[in-house]
């Protein structure tokens, strides 16, 4: 049987069409779990929608729709985004689901049987953007610390979680498996601004609003909306309190869930201690990734106009495009910012210039001078040993990156090997070759080495590009894509006949098509 892989994004929020920044953690989490599977992994990959909350009940109020109506259409748009993003996803979840939220009552029940639950009052700052209770030490400038909006007072009874009970066992847990939470930066920040100084109890109950799954025994409180979402990684997979699946069994503990870093605590806090509360194994890592911003490092905000939405983006450019941008250009452990014009950039340098030219011309000189028939290798020299040595080692340095989450530096290791397959044409020159017939054996060797470089470098980008991959393996004529394929540069099949070349990503002209952009659109600083 092969090993299992179990990852999950957070589930995106439905109270409205996400942007660039939100579709970004499907590609990322996308790019890990086609990566594994092309490494022989078990891979069950979850995304999806969380539903319920005091936001949701309000924009549909706003919408003149009923909640259900509201979250149905945003749950179809966030999907309709993933898959034109090509995000493999094994199951997409939502939390109106009748099943889960049976589940989740169940999952109450036990946690105040045990004693973990209990009823009380709150009176603070509460915002509903993020669905959040706050102290006042713990607003910025007065105001929500994770949106900078504005907060209100609250006061209701409401039932709490004792993650107080917890605060010395988690403290004591993250210290004693130093990659739960990763990067380190997430983990500092985590343990200095929340675990150290000691959590409070959660308010885990809303009474002043009715879109949510029902307190099971107290029917005036709906189920805090983190609650009814965190549950999902394991209610999805067959999880009960009365009973556990085969497939439960089989795929817990995630081995990693994919979440911005804004709803770190959520995911850091309130979810260990949960699984904890009800004895379940903790997942091994948690992956708090970094935001894409506007151009100028601002967070995207409509009232600014700089918002991007990624279906836009991709019936512009394309969606490998847009996933290289998104997976390439935001940095391990820090934020990246996208505009039009540096998409067009990263375009035209990379996947036009570096990529694209590569194949195209390595396969016109395939035709050229062979009829496009790939021939055996036959005279090997010095001059080759750097190519075919980096590509051999490609598998190993892919490995080390991604294993890290490195995402941005795997792809640079793919694309390190298109950009030395260009400088080995211009060192050994086919063109002169092929004006000598004596030197006809080693322009075939030549053509050969360029052909099992791009085929060997377009395997690890199955994981990132795989519309281009498919295009690529396409115009090489090999269904020779495995993993297992790579390790002795032999993988191209030899007397096969390549295909006609054709143009992956065609150079785009930067200033006319920002012009054609301003003209669709009203200017502001994002362009």
């Not at 894409?292 to 106009?305: D, F, P």
Request: include cysteine; glycine fraction near 4%; charged fraction near 30%.
């Amino acid at each position: 049987m092969k090993p299992k892989f179990y990852i999950t994004t957070s589930i995106f929020y439905a109270s409205a069409k996400p942007h660039i920044g939100n579709s970004y953690e499907g590609v990322l989490t996308d790019a890990i779990a086609r990566y594994k599977r092309l490494t022989g992994y078990d891979v069950k990959f979850h995304t999806g929608t969380d539903e319920h909350g005091e936001k949701v009940e309000q924009n549909a109020q706003k919408n003149n729709q009923n909640p259900q109506e509201y979250v149905d259409n945003i749950s179809l748009e966030v999907k309709r985004i993933l898959d034109l993003l090509n995000v493999s996803y094994d199951k997409f979840v939502r939390t109106t689901n009748p099943n889960h939220k049976k589940i989740v009552q169940k999952i109450f029940q036990k946690l105040y049987d045990n004693g973990d639950i209990y009823k009380g009052k709150y009176e603070g700052l509460y915002c509903t953007p993020c669905e959040s209770f706050f102290t006042e030490s713990q607003l910025v400038d007065g105001k929500c610390p994770d949106c900078g909006r504005d907060v209100q007072k609250a006061s209701e009874e409401a039932y709490f979680l004792k993650l107080s009970k917890y605060n010395d066992w988690l403290k004591e847990y993250i210290e004693a498996h130093p990659n739960f939470i990763t990067p380190e930066s997430r983990k500092n920040e985590i343990m200095n601004n929340f675990i150290i100084p000691g959590v409070e109890d959660l308010c885990i109950s809303r009474s002043t609003f009715d879109w949510g799954i029902k307190v099971p025994f107290d029917e005036k409180h709906v189920i805090y909306v983190w609650l009814d979402a965190l549950v999902n990684y394991i209610t999805f997979i067959g999880y009960a309190p009365d009973n556990e699946s085969e497939e439960f069994k089989r795929y817990w503990p995630a081995d990693v869930h994919i979440i911005g870093k804004d709803i770190l605590r959520f995911h850091t806090i309130y979810w260990p201690v949960i699984l904890k509360a009800l004895d379940l194994p903790m997942p091994k890592q948690i992956f708090g990734h970094p935001w894409v911003l506007a151009e100028g490092s601002e967070k995207m905000s409509k009232s600014k106009g700089n918002v991007l939405y990624a279906d836009d983006l991709v019936n512009e450019f394309g969606a490998d495009a847009v996933r290289y941008y998104l997976l390439h250009e935001i940095p391990y452990g820090h934020d990246g910012n996208i505009s039009y014009e540096l998409l067009i950039e990263r375009i035209n340098s990379d996947l036009a210039n570096v990529m694209g030219n590569l194949v195209n011309r390595t396969i016109s000189m395939s035709q050229k001078y062979f009829d496009g028939l790939v021939l055996p290798p036959v005279k090997q020299t010095k001059e080759d040993d750097e190519l075919i040595n980096m590509a051999k080692n490609l598998k190993q340095k892919v490995e080390v990156k991604m294993n890290d989450f490195k995402i941005a530096e795997a792809i640079d290791e793919v694309f390190e090997l298109y950009r030395r397959s260009n400088k080995y044409i211009d060192e050994t020159t086919p063109w002169i070759l092929a004006k000598n017939p004596e030197d006809k054996e080693r322009l075939q060797t030549v053509l050969y080495n360029l052909i099992e470089a791009i085929r060997t470098a377009t395997v690890f980008l199955q994981a990132f590009l795989p519309e281009t991959a498919d295009k690529i393996f396409n115009q090489l004529n090999t269904q020779n894509r495995t993993i297992d394929s790579v390790d002795n540069f032999n993988g191209m099949d030899e007397g096969i006949k390549l295909n006609k070349p054709e143009v992956l990503f065609a150079r785009i002209d930067k200033d006319a098509k920002l012009k054609e952009f301003n003209k669709k659109r009203p200017k502001t600083a994002f362009f």
